[in-house]
């Protein structure tokens, strides 16, 4: 397993589909996994400390984690099938399956650790050499600039990228 850093959220064009990049810590390789618009908006708003005025849902559960004594250890990408990516939240003794933007948006409520299994990296990460920094700097700039509400759209949830929630 492999600790990555959450960069951020982005939307892929022309087929607007909301992506969060991660970053292999230590590493040059990132690692873009497509999700939904909520969740695109659920990562960013924990980036950026957006506190809603009533819980949403990935605070709820940190609420209720932190209320009945818990703790989310971290989270861990474990695999990819059919380029859908699945994930695990470990808790202490315990462990839950999870879509991995909804384990993303949780560890980042819950200050949670992120690793991704070395198999996972191997196959769906990118490799980005050092000259290059370049464009990762423009794209924490643009980053910067983007807001939540730039993922609100039509249609619901459920993108390309993830197991549909049950």
Known sequence: MRELDVVGVRVEMPQNLPMVLLR????????PIW???????????????VVPPRPLTHDLFADALKALGHRLVAVHITELTDRTFYAVLK??????????????AL???TGAEIHCADAVLDEAGIEVPEEEDDEVEKFREFLDQVS???????GGPGAPGERPSS
């Open 24 to 31: 292999e810590v230590g590493g040059h390789r990132y690692l």
């Open 35 to 49: 999700i939904g618009a909520g969740e695109a908006s659920a990562i960013a708003n924990a980036q950026e400390g």
């Open 91 to 104: 808790f202490e003794g315990t462990d839950v399956s999870a879509r991995p933007s909804d384990a993303i």
């Open 107 to 109: 560890a980042l409520r």
């Open 148 to 154: 939540p509400e730039d993922f609100e759209t039509e």
